[in-house]
């Protein structure tokens, strides 16, 4: 059992920068993949960013460039560096464990952290 718990969320202008943090506990030493995604209203939830358990990053189109996942295996923790803030980035962003990189198939998820972008 994992159990994974986001924060960092909230508001910022556009241009600006948030970093989520994601927090794990339980059987960690299983996680070999984790992600981050994101869904907005009416929207399919998407892949955002994903690591390995060695090291090798993933990411969108559409935050190439200006995401940056990592991960801190000594304390079970994994970020997303978000610059540049965009207002189309506004949407409740999950970390996941236990699935493929990239992908969307995940065995454990976060609750959610909501990250709001104005113009």
Do not use: H
């Amino acid at each position: 059992q994992v159990q994974l718990v986001e924060s960092g969320g909230g508001w910022v202008q556009a241009g600006g920068s948030l970093r989520l943090s994601c927090a794990a506990s339980g059987r960690t030493f299983n996680i070999r993949n984790m992600g981050w995604l994101r869904q907005a209203p009416g929207k399919e939830r998407e892949f955002v960013a994903g690591i390995s358990w060695t090291g090798g990053t993933y990411y969108s189109d559409s935050v190439k460039g200006r995401f940056t996942i990592s991960r801190d295996n000594a304390l079970n923790t994994g970020y997303l560096q978000m610059n540049s803030l965009k207002p189309e980035d506004t949407a409740v962003y999950f970390c996941a464990a236990g699935g493929t990189l990239p992908g969307t198939d995940y065995r454990y998820w976060g609750q959610g952290t909501q990250v709001s972008v104005s113009s």
